[in-house]
């Protein structure tokens, strides 16, 4: 198994792309949109707004006293990235973040979703504060806001201090302080400017990568310290909400979740109710186990009892205090997941039948291209009792061609036409859906992968760090232009 088919959960199953053709002659035009999906349907109120994340854009990993995160670490360790690639340069952000918002404002959007680096603003984690990184965030902050974007900020998009990662991480229970004194300081500082936060991004990638699969920093294989992690994230994430409603006045707070739409593999009729189960454990692993803790639900055991263990990390007082109610909740898909079960496979006992296999269209990191797949994700979360989702990531990475200063990316053009529909449809029957942000603003640093994965909007030559707006970029131009 070569290491793309491991991308993201891959472990467990959930993976990721193909080089796929593309069509170089096709010409941007109006007639690409159809007719039915406008911006207009989606309502006046909806939010549009591309994303990135500070380690895969910034760069200047160790300027202005910035610390080291787990990332700068586990990125200049032999063999962890695809061409040993890393993001001490990435898209220069920290250099070239006015013109990333010109851009961004150029394409009509009205928020602009980036996150914080822990570490540039607590070199050491906690304690002294590095007056340098603040002054940056102030003025990416500034930009936006003189340019009439929104901003909104991720305090936690996965490059946590390398200090802290010495102590323990996330799988010491100390870090929820130790967070709690981050998200204070930054909703102390940037609240009166900022009203949108998010406080995780992903919390079953980040620590289903990082703690049991090892794939992403902090490259651990531990269930043990897996089931830990996830305990300690789950209540610095409510505690995280509280912080941050306390800090900001108006505050909309919400957090990110990774989600797929996860279907048992039905060919065998005799068998396949083991990959219903199979699929029910899925669910409960990459679909449940982060959100429904906030929701007063507690774990998913019933349907996964390997988390059972997680009860032993409780102290007096834990199960409510992962309850939060957040304003937003933001949803992120990239694929759908068919399960099957798998008794090679421990914890989970069930594996995916990759996109592949199923010989079905994929992106360049062999995630399954699936627009139904955010429909029946909005359908699935919109049950709960959530007031506000939003799609904070979505997108797709294809192998773009520069042709002259044009990329005829037509099919990121088809990709995002095909979900909007979706998403549309989702609304029009009732969800309580009210914005979308692109994955992503401009291509970056794609973590394990390196930079070959493009997912922007915006290409970057990253050698000399020219932007140019891909057709799918003028497409959005085109598609949220106000009459
Ligand atoms: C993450 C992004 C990542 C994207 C594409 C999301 O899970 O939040 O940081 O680049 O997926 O893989």
Redesign the pocket.
């Known amino acids: 198994m070569n290491r793309r088919t491991w991308i993201?959960l891959g472990g467990m199953g959930v993976t990721s792309f193909l080089l796929p053709t593309q069509s170089v002659d096709f010409l941007f035009s109006k007639k690409t949109i159809p007719t039915k999906l406008s911006a207009q349907a989606f309502g006046k109120d909806f939010l549009w707004g591309a994303a990135c994340?500070a380690y895969?854009v910034e760069g200047a990993w160790n300027k202005d006293g910035k610390g080291p995160s787990i990332w700068d670490e586990f990125t200049h360790k032999k063999n962890k990235i695809h061409k040993g690639e890393n993001g001490d340069v990435a898209t220069e952000f920290y250099k070239n973040y006015k013109a990333d918002i010109a851009l961004l404002k150029e394409m009509n959007f009205g928020v602009f979703r980036f996150s914080i680096s822990w570490s540039r603003i607590f070199p050491s984690g906690t304690g002294k504060i590095n007056q340098k990184g603040v002054e940056f965030y102030h003025k990416v902050i500034d930009e936006c806001i003189n340019n009439d974007i929104e901003p909104w900020i991720t305090l936690y998009?996965?490059d946590l201090p390398q200090a802290l990662q010495q102590e323990g991480g996330w799988a010491n229970r100390k870090i929820i302080s130790w967070f709690n004194e981050y998200v204070a300081f930054c909703t102390k500082t940037f609240g009166s400017k900022v009203k949108n936060w998010m406080v995780m991004?992903?919390p079953a990638?980040f620590v289903g990568l990082g703690y049991m699969l090892g794939y992403h920093a902090p490259g651990i294989k531990n269930p043990f310290k897996f089931l830990k992690a996830t305990h300690h994230v789950c209540i610095a994430m409510a505690d995280g909400g509280r912080i941050i409603r306390q800090n900001v006045a108006d505050a909309n707070v919400g957090s990110?979740f990774?989600c797929s739409h996860i279907e048992p593999y039905t060919d065998d009729p005799i068998l396949s109710y083991k990959d219903v189960a199979a699929a029910k454990r899925m669910d409960a692993l990459l679909n449940r186990l982060y959100i429904e803790p906030s929701l007063g639900m507690g774990y998913p055991i019933d349907s996964l009892p390997a988390l059972k263990r997680i009860e032993r990390y409780y102290e007096p007082g834990d199960e409510e205090r992962l309850k939060f109610n957040f304003d937003f909740i933001g949803l992120?898909n990239?694929f759908r997941v068919v399960a099957r079960k798998s008794m090679f496979v421990p914890f989970l006992k069930a594996k995916q039948i990759s996109a592949e296999e199923r010989n079905v269209p994929m992106n360049e990191?062999k995630f399954e291209v699936y627009p139904e797949g955010i429909y029946k994700v909005i359908k699935q979360f919109s049950k709960y009792d959530i007031k506000n989702i939003i799609i904070t990531?979505n997108?797709v990475?294809y192998e773009d061609v520069l042709l002259g200063n044009r990329i005829h990316d037509s099919k990121r053009i088809e990709f995002f036409e095909t979900y909007l529909e979706q998403v549309l449809k989702a609304k029009n029957e009732g969800a309580p859906v009210n914005g979308y942000f692109v994955?992503?603003l401009t291509d970056?640093f794609?973590?394990s992968e390196g930079y070959e994965?493009r997912?922007g909007l915006i290409h970057v030559d990253f050698r000399t760090q020219k932007r140019t707006i891909k057709d799918s970029g003028y497409w959005f131009k085109d598609f949220l232009r106000i009459e």
């Open positions: 993201k994340a895969q998009h996965w991004n992903e990638a990110t990774s992120q990239y990191m990531e997108g990475c994955w992503s970056n794609e973590w994965p997912f």
